[in-house]
């Protein structure tokens, strides 16, 4: 978003800690990136999420909070009717476990209140969706399968590292895998089935099937899917 001003001309970067939003300010600025404004907010109070986006009246609130706070930050936009973009999807505090179904809940009132939720804006979910809706409109009639394989080849030379928040990342790699075949969703242990995978460019790596929010979406509207 700092790198695209012209479309997004005013930022309001909000968190809990304003120590973070400060940082990112003056890293901006550095990179003449312009300026942004900045706001404390609990994302788990509702309310005070409201009070904000009535202050500033956004045309769009994008979370980039953690999945925890996924139903309060909709539950703003839709009192204060403002558009909603997300990175993931919602999971409990106590619970590891993840699921459209309470985010999918609000798209009768948001229709009704003529504003937008997009889910899953991130890369997988997001960017892989948008590659299998091209292919299914574009290249094929019917598709049969579906794999989605993901890599991070870079190395910090640390024993551990993560892509999103360490926890969600940690409750991901422990839950039990989920693939989807001929109308079920079948289940195996955490990191039981493994391939190894030649990646363009990077070469073969051990790839573990771990299950993630997009095949929710995605066995829901790719037609003729036998797996995925």
Same mark, same amino acid.
């Given at each position: 978003m700092g790198m695209n001003r012209d479309v997004f001309k005013n930022i309001i970067l909000?968190? *809990?800690? &304003?120590?973070?939003?400060?940082?990112i300010k003056e890293?901006?600025?550095?990179?003449? &990136?312009g300026e942004i404004g900045v706001e404390q907010v609990d994302a788990d109070d509702t309310q005070a999420l409201v009070a904000l986006i009535q202050k500033h009246k956004p045309k769009v609130v994008v979370n980039v909070a953690l999945p925890y706070q996924d139903l309060t930050i909709m539950q703003a936009c839709l009192e204060t009717k403002t558009h909603y973009i997300d990175t993931a999807n919602y999971e409990? %505090?106590?619970l590891a476990k993840f699921e459209y179904k309470e985010q999918w809940a609000f798209d009768k009132a948001y229709k009704e209140a003529g504003i937008l939720g997009v889910l899953g804006a991130g890369f997988d979910p997001g960017v892989t969706n948008a590659y299998v809706a091209h292919a299914q409109r574009h290249h094929f009639d019917t598709i049969h399968t579906l794999d989605? &394989?993901?890599?991070n080849a870079g190395d910090h030379k640390r024993p551990f590292a993560t892509n999103f928040n360490p926890e969600i990342n940690l409750r991901e790699v422990s839950s039990?895998? *989920?693939y989807y075949e001929n109308g079920k969703w079948i289940e195996?242990? %955490? &990191?039981?089935?493994k391939q190894v995978w030649a990646y363009p460019q990077i070469g073969e790596m051990d790839s573990y099937l771990l299950y993630h929010e997009e095949l929710e979406s995605l066995v829901k509207n790719v037609k003729g899917l036998r797996r995925a």
């Open positions: 909000a968190s *809990r800690s &304003l120590d973070k939003c400060h940082a890293s901006m600025l550095k990179k003449g &990136l409990h %505090p106590d989605i &394989l993901d890599c039990k895998g *989920r195996t242990k %955490p &990191l039981e089935i």
